[in-house]
C-alpha cells in the first residue's frame, strides 16, 4: 500500500496512539442503494490536487519503475519493541509492522507527482465542480485473496467500522456525511460541504476491509470482532499476505502470485520481492549490533552520532554494507520542543520566546550532532510553503484578514531564531529571555525563577527514548541559568502515549510531517477545536481564532498560488507566536543495506521507494554471502 507523505503520517500516528479522539458522532453508513448525485459528473482515471494528472489513462508503468524487474528474493527489516495484533482498525494494542502490505485502497499515489491519486481498486472516481460528493466504480475483478469479489458492501462496511472504532479516522473523516452503494459497482460518498478540494481524494485512500471475513467466524467457530486485537491473520486484496509469525517477535510476509492487481499499470515493476520479514528488537542499540550481525537487511539512521560513529565495521569497508542518503524533496517538517500552552505557565507568549532564547542549538550541533543539522526556521521546513523574509502580494491580502488577531511583528520582521555562535551571543541571549520573564511576571529569588505569588517555575521535559534523553539533558542547562527547574523524565512507551493522549506533560519533543499540498489535516495540529481533544496532534494545545482562519484559507484555496499563499500566512502566524521551539532537520535520510538488492536507474522525485520498487539482485548477494538464518 502506498500513501502520500501526509496520509503516512496520519496513518503512523493512529498505530502509535498519538491520532485524534473523536470528535463528533461518525456519520452512519448506509448499504441501502440511493439515487445516484442529480448531477452528473464525467468518471477520472486519476485525480490531482495540482493540476493534471502526469500520466493518460493509456500509460503502460510509473516511469521511475523498471517494469521487467525480476520477482523473487526477501527483504529483511527491524521493529522496536513488540507486537500483539493484526487489527489495524482499533487504536488498542501494538499493530504488526507492515499490516498494510495485505490491503488495497480505491486510489494509489504516484511518487513523481505531487498529490495525484490513480485508481487501484477503483477503475475511476468522479465529483462535481463544488466537490460535494465524489463516486467510485470499483474494477470488476477486483478480489480478496479468498477469490471473492471486492464490493460497494465492502466500502460502505469499512467506512462504518473504521470512523466507529478509530477517533483519528473519525474526525479525519468528519465531513463525510453519508456514505452509499449506487450502482453494481459504484459507492458514493457525499459531503457536509462543498469548496473542500481534498475531501474526494482523501476517502480514496481509506483502507477497504473484507466485510464477509470479518463478519464470520474463525477456525474454531469463534465470531470475529473488528472492534478487538486478534492474531488470526486477517484476509487481505493486496500484493502480500501474512505467511508466518512469531507473537511479539517477527511477522513474515509473502508475495501473492496471482495477485489479481499484478498487472495494472500503478503496480508494474512494483512489489518485487517474494518474501517481506519484520523483525522486532528491544531498542535502537541492540537493533544497530543486530544490523552489523547481518539480521536484517535494511536500516534508516536517525542518529547522527550513529552516522558518524558507528558503521566502521568490516562489511561496511569491504563494501558488503553502503551507506546512502536520499535527498527528501516530499516533505516538510516541523521538529520543535513543545510546551503545553494548556498550563498557566505556558500561555504568555514572551515566556515561550524566552525559551527559545535558552536553547543553544549551535552547541548541541555540534557536540551531539556532529553539525549535521539546520535549525528549524518554518513548520514547513525545506519546501516552498515556508515563510521567509516579509509578506507580501497575496499572502500579506490574506494576513491583512486577521490583521487585529496577530503579533506586529507579523507584517514588520523576517521570523528568526536566536543564534547562539559564541559565549557572548549565549549570554546575550540569556540576558533577552531574562528581560521576557521580567516582563511576563517573573522574577529570581534565590536563584530560582517564581511567579508573582511566589511560585516556582518549574519544566518537567517527558521522553520515550535515550536519544532524546541526551538532547534534553544538553537544554537543561540553558533553562537553570534563567532560574528554572528542569527535570527530564524518560517513561516506557505505552505510558508516554499515555500521557501524550491526556495532555499530561509540560514539554515534549514532537515532531510534524507536512506533505506539499496541505489541506485538512492542519486543523488536526494548529486547529482550536483539537486543542481540546484528547490524542490530537495539537500537542501544544493552540486556540487562536486567526489560525483557525488561516486554516480555512489553506483548506479551500482555489489554485496552487493562493495554496502556497495561504501556507505561508498560516506558518508565519505560528511563527510568531512562539508556540514551539524549533529543534533541527536533516533534509536527508540517511540509510544503511546489505548490498543484495537492485533499483530503477532513476529514482521516483519524492521518495527512494524501498523495497517497493526495488528487486533481489542474485548477483551481487552471491557476493555479499546468504544471510544468517
Do not use: C
Amino acid at each position: 500500500m502506498r500513501l502520500s507523505a501526509r496520509r503516512f503520517a496520519f496513518a503512523l500516528a493512529l498505530v502509535l496512539g498519538t491520532a485524534p479522539a473523536l470528535a463528533q458522532q461518525a456519520p452512519a453508513a448506509s448499504e441501502t442503494p440511493a439515487a445516484a448525485p442529480a448531477a452528473s459528473a464525467p468518471f477520472r482515471f486519476a485525480t490531482s490536487l495540482m493540476g493534471q494528472p502526469k500520466y493518460p489513462p493509456d500509460f503502460k508503468h510509473f516511469d521511475y519503475v523498471n517494469p521487467n524487474a525480476p520477482k523473487g528474493g526477501l527483504v529483511r527489516f527491524a521493529e522496536s519493541g513488540t507486537f500483539d495484533s493484526f487489527n489495524a482498525i482499533v487504536p488498542r494494542g501494538a499493530v504488526s509492522a507492515g499490516i498494510g502490505l495485505i490491503y488495497d485502497t480505491l486510489t494509489t499515489q504516484s511518487r513523481d507527482e505531487v498529490a495525484t491519486a490513480y485508481g487501484l481498486i477503483a477503475e475511476g472516481l468522479s465529483y462535481p465542480e463544488d466537490f460535494s460528493s465524489v463516486t467510485y466504480r470499483l474494477r470488476a475483478d477486483a478480489r480478496w485473496h479468498d477469490g471473492k469479489p471486492i464490493t460497494p458492501e465492502d466500502v460502505v462496511w469499512s467506512f462504518d467500522v473504521i470512523t466507529k472504532n478509530s477517533p483519528g479516522q473519525a474526525f479525519y473523516y468528519r465531513h463525510v456525511k453519508d456514505v452509499q452503494k449506487t450502482g453494481e459497482r459504484e459507492v458514493t460518498f457525499t459531503f457536509d460541504q462543498g469548496g473542500n478540494r481534498e475531501l474526494p481524494q482523501i476517502v480514496g485512500e481509506m483502507l477497504v476491509l473484507p466485510k464477509h471475513w470479518w463478519t464470520g467466524t474463525d477456525g474454531a467457530g469463534k465470531a470475529r470482532d473488528i472492534t478487538q486485537g486478534t492474531l488470526e491473520p486477517p484476509l487481505g486484496s493486496g500484493a502480500y499476505r501474512i505467511k508466518s509469525f512469531v507473537p511479539g517477535r517477527s511477522v513474515s510476509y509473502e508475495r501473492v502470485k496471482d495477485y489479481w492487481a499484478k498487472d495494472l499499470p500503478v503496480n508494474v515493476g512494483a512489489n518485487n520481492f517474494d518474501d517481506i520479514r519484520y523483525e522486532y528488537f528491544r531498542d535502537d542499540t541492540v537493533e544497530l549490533e543486530a544490523f552489523k550481525a547481518d539480521q536484517y537487511d535494511f536500516r534508516v539512521e536517525t542518529s547522527a552520532k550513529n552516522w558518524a560513529t558507528a558503521y566502521d565495521f568490516p562489511a561496511k569497508a569491504d563494501g558488503r554494507v553502503i551507506l546512502e542518503t536520499f535527498e527528501n524533496k516530499a516533505s516538510g517538517v516541523m521538529q520543535a520542543f513543545v510546551p503545553n500552552l494548556r498550563r498557566a505557565k505556558f500561555q504568555d507568549q514572551r515566556v515561550r520566546r524566552a525559551l527559545n532564547y535558552a536553547l543553544d542549538f549551535e552547541s548541541m550541533n555540534h557536540t551531539l550532532f556532529f553539525d549535521q543539522y539546520t535549525r528549524i526556521n518554518s513548520y514547513f521546513s525545506g519546501t516552498e510553503l515556508a515563510s521567509s523574509g516579509l509578506p507580501t502580494g497575496m499572502e500579506l491580502e490574506i494576513l491583512n484578514t486577521v490583521k487585529d488577531k496577530v503579533p506586529p511583528e507579523v507584517f514588520t520582521k523576517p521570523f528568526t531564531n536566536p543564534v547562539n555562535k559564541a559565549e557572548d551571543g549565549r549570554r546575550a541571549n540569556l540576558r533577552a529571555a531574562s528581560e521576557l520573564l521580567k516582563q511576563a511576571g517573573y522574577q529570581v529569588k534565590g536563584k530560582q525563577l517564581v511567579d508573582a505569588k511566589g511560585e516556582p517555575f518549574t519544566i518537567e521535559i517527558l521522553i520515550n527514548s535515550p536519544p532524546f534523553e541526551r538532547v534534553a539533558l544538553f537544554y537543561k542547562p540553558g533553562l537553570e541559568r534563567l532560574g528554572i527547574a528542569v527535570s527530564v523524565r524518560m517513561v516506557d512507551s505505552s505510558q508516554y502515549i499515555n500521557r501524550v493522549r491526556a495532555r499530561d506533560f509540560d514539554m515534549i519533543i514532537a515532531a510534524w510531517g507536512q506533505s506539499l499540498s496541505p489541506g485538512n489535516e492542519q486543523r488536526d495540529s494548529w486547529g482550536s477545536e483539537s486543542a481540546k481533544r484528547e490524542g490530537s496532534r495539537n500537542y501544544a494545545g493552540i486556540a487562536n481564532p486567526a489560525v483557525d482562519a488561516l486554516i480555512d484559507k489553506v483548506i479551500y484555496a482555489r489554485s496552487r498560488e493562493e495554496l502556497v499563499a495561504s501556507t505561508q500566512a498560516l506558518d508565519r502566524v505560528l511563527l510568531w507566536n512562539d508556540y514551539v521551539v524549533p529543534a533541527w532537520t536533516l533534509r536527508y535520510t540517511r540509510t544503511a543495506r546489505w548490498d543484495r538488492f537492485s533499483r530503477p536507474e532513476t529514482l521516483p522525485r519524492y521518495s527512494y521507494e524501498f523495497p517497493t520498487i526495488w528487486w533481489w539482485d542474485a548477483a551481487k548477494a552471491a557476493k555479499v554471502g546468504a544471510p544468517p538464518q
